[in-house]
């Protein structure tokens, strides 16, 4: 790989030549980068496997006590409180930190968040999820952010180098849940939670350890604040933090901050929060009028993340809870914790990841386009819920089981259209990302995740009050829907997405 091509934000810190295929044809700091994102995702899925379990479960079993719809919604919140922190990581990266030391500092307050949930006391529970929620901000977008500063624009690696690098997102996704939930089945949900803490700690080691083959690793942002405007910068983050931690508690203890009303207002953030970013990019002075065509096929591939992340992350809130209560516990003889259904969609997309990364390298040009494979992935997402209509229906009350298979076969769907549609979706943000907003489009991907969580805050309160059949049929109806729409507007979004192909 030529050197000269590798992101300005490098600057002269460029992985050693022998780098560029050491990895599987790869860059080596696809492999730090990777194996950073398999205990990231170990942490962050083991946990959220029994979140929604805990937070349901009765305060005699160690839990909170919630009902299921409750429990599924405030999960949700949790989920878009994480991806709406992402945007402020995405600026912190480009304009202070630099992309580095955005991720060292995020894995670090995510570790400490683990720690925290580790304790056995509620007030610890809700101190630890907001840690865990400001460090993935942090670390999220800006790790994709630096996989794809591995690679030339035009290097056909690059979706595959994304494939693989979901790959790993998807091991920890798959053993996270098995450890976790055997934990808080036989030992405590916070036994589980201590598990999650340590796999973020074996992240941050390896992470260090591997730092010398990364793109991106000066100590100061790319486009950085003038040195005044920074200290302003880090003042008023410092004091607005401060200002709103403690509003917040003062409006808690007065009785007015609910936790229905604190669900509500983190859904109404998630709709005003990519309306206000799409509105200050596409305004801004430092993106140029080619990038600004660029952003339009973009706000349609945003509105298939939502579409489709709105099914997949119910993956660990609706459908645990089905899992929990109508679906059999037994394969071939064996039984299981219910949360180990959410290990089912990590080990799929662990092994179909590189499946699609081969198919897309050995079909090269002739791969489909960008759009094609998201909108593929939103329909594939769909028909998982679909399918689940047929096992719920028929049923007068809720004491039936379901075969494991239906929800496994379901977890096959969605997983299959994850990996068509993350990967393909991350490396085309990376290539229509304005060069001013490199991390911060990134965060806008991330945006989008807010927004389906936020959506799916609301709705899954819906889940005691009407039929499942309903509930599923109706959730899959519309990802389906959009799927379609994406294929319809498939040749203007491969006149408009160069160089995306």
Known sequence: MSRTVIDSDTNGEQPPPEDDHAFLGHPRGLLTLS??????????????????????????????????????????????????????????ADRILGSYRAVLWGGILIACG?????????AMTWAGLGLISAGTGLLKPNVATMVG???????????????LYYMAINIGAFAGPLITGWLADHQGYHWGFSAAALGMTLGLIQYVAGRRHLAGRRHSAEFALAPDAMRRAVRMITTGTVAF????????LAGWLTMDRFVDLLTLVSVIAPVVYFAVMFRSPRVTAAERGR??????LFLA????????????????LLAAENARTTILGFDFPASWYASALGAFEVLLAPVVAAAWARMGHRQPHASNKIAFGVILGGLSFLLMVLPTSGHADDTYRMAAWWIVGSYLLLGLGDVLLETSGMSATSKLAPKAFSSQTMSLWFLSLALANGIQAQTVKLYDDVSKPVYFGVNGAVA?????????????LRRTMHPVH
């Open 35 to 92: 194996g950073l994102e398999v205990w990231e995702r170990f942490s962050f899925l083991g946990m959220q496997a029994i979140l929604v379990l805990y937070f349901a479960a009765t305060v005699a079993d160690g839990g909170l006590g919630m009902a299921a719809g409750t429990a599924a919604s405030v999960s949700a919140a949790y989920g878009t409180l994480v991806y709406l922190v992402s945007v402020a990581g995405g600026w912190l």
């Open 114 to 122: 683990h720690y925290a949930m580790a304790v056995p006391t509620a």
């Open 149 to 163: 500063k591995l690679y030339r624009t035009d290097d056909e690696r690059r979706d595959a180098g994304f494939a």
């Open 245 to 252: 931690a403690l509003v917040a508690t003062a409006l808690a």
């Open 295 to 300: 952003l339009k096929p973009y706000v349609v």
């Open 305 to 320: 993340s939502v579409a489709f992340n709105f099914i997949l992350f119910q993956a660990y809130s609706t459908m645990m």
């Open 480 to 492: 389906v829907a959009v799927g379609l729409a994406v294929l319809a507007l498939a040749p203007w």
